[in-house]
């Protein structure tokens, strides 16, 4: 399986939290899982906001010694953004259901205002 991580999920894989559950880590252990370059831009502008203390090159530089991908953003991935309906206001969020809807992943999130984007969305 093709997981997407959303932001929030992958800062708590990174950071071995038990908020994933011994389900969710079962079934990151057994799939391809990636990180949109998405999540490390939202990251860069929450923590230069102080919304959010981390460091977006240091959760960079710990995304493959945990095994995952990175996700690039392309105009593709930005343009089908249009095609979404407005379930979800945020940017990063309506960007991530894009990518996973383009590239056959499971975007896995905490968000369940994104189910509303249908099978390509799975909450915990």
Do not use: C
């Not at 945990?66 to 945020?90: C, E, K, N, S, W």
């Amino acid at each position: 399986m093709r997981i997407l991580l959303d932001t929030h999920l992958m800062l708590w894989a990174l950071a071995d939290s038990r908020r994933l559950g011994k389900r969710t880590i079962a079934l990151l252990q057994r799939s391809d899982v990636w990180v949109s370059a998405a999540s490390i831009w939202e990251i860069s502008i929450k923590a230069s906001l102080g919304k959010l203390k981390a460091d977006p090159e240091s959760v960079l530089r710990a995304i493959e010694p945990a095994g995952y991908l990175l996700l690039p953003i392309t105009a593709d991935h930005a343009a089908r953004v249009f095609t979404l309906g407005m379930h979800h206001q945020d940017p990063f969020d309506r960007l991530l259901v894009a990518q996973a809807q383009m590239e056959a992943m499971l975007l896995l999130t905490n968000d369940q205002v994104l189910e509303a984007y249908g099978a390509s969305v799975r909450v915990l």
